[in-house]
């Protein structure tokens, strides 16, 4: 009876190469067993402790960078609703001849209103906000969403609320303190 190598031989499903391979990494394993040489326990554990320490720095860095993704998401999502916030809230159409300065960006800018929205700009009932060096003003209500949000939006929201009736014995009734210093 032929042997099992010889059977897969002639049935075609393995090739001579790959017979003496087999039959070269059998004998060495034979002449290591027979020398003496094997693997040690602790070769064997240091192996495992090595595996396992990789593992752990490996799921480590994974947390890491997906928490820091997590966060870098959370920061473009804030952008973006700020962003919304102020593009559906803003007020259209008070431009005008009274002019309002303010600062953004170290800047001081000039925006051109309506006497109205000047004087509710400020007596507080609205406010100023900046946003990728755009302008935009909205209702102290939407300031004060914006503000909880990111503070560093708000540009001008001042908190002075004007008292439009007047004392009829003030005797400097007729000399009114600017609210806002024009330019």
Excluded at 24 to 40: E, F, I, L, P, T
Excluded at 151 to 164: A, T
């Amino acid at each position: 009876m032929a042997s099992l190598q010889e059977q897969l031989l002639k049935a075609g499903l393995t090739t001579k190469q790959k017979t003496r391979q087999a039959n070269a990494d059998k004998r060495k394993k034979n002449k290591q067993k027979r020398s003496g040489v094997q693997h040690d326990a602790t070769l064997q554990e240091q192996v495992k402790q090595d595996l396992a320490k990789k593992q752990a720095e490996k799921a480590a860095n994974d947390a890491a960078l997906n928490a820091e993704k997590k966060q870098q998401l959370a920061a473009k999502e804030q952008h973006l609703r700020i962003k919304q916030i102020l593009e559906h809230h803003q007020l259209k159409g008070i431009n005008g001849e009274a002019e309002y300065n303010y600062t953004f960006n170290k800047l001081i800018k000039k925006l051109c209103v309506d006497e109205v929205t000047h004087k509710a700009l400020v007596n507080g009932r609205l406010a100023l906000c900046g946003w990728d060096d755009m302008s935009y003003v909205v209702t102290a209500e939407t300031a004060a969403k914006l503000a909880e949000l990111d503070g560093s939006v708000i540009l001008v929201q001042n908190d002075k609320v004007e008292n439009e009736q007047l004392d009829e014995d003030d005797p400097y009734a007729d000399y009114q303190i600017p609210d806002d210093l024009m330019w």
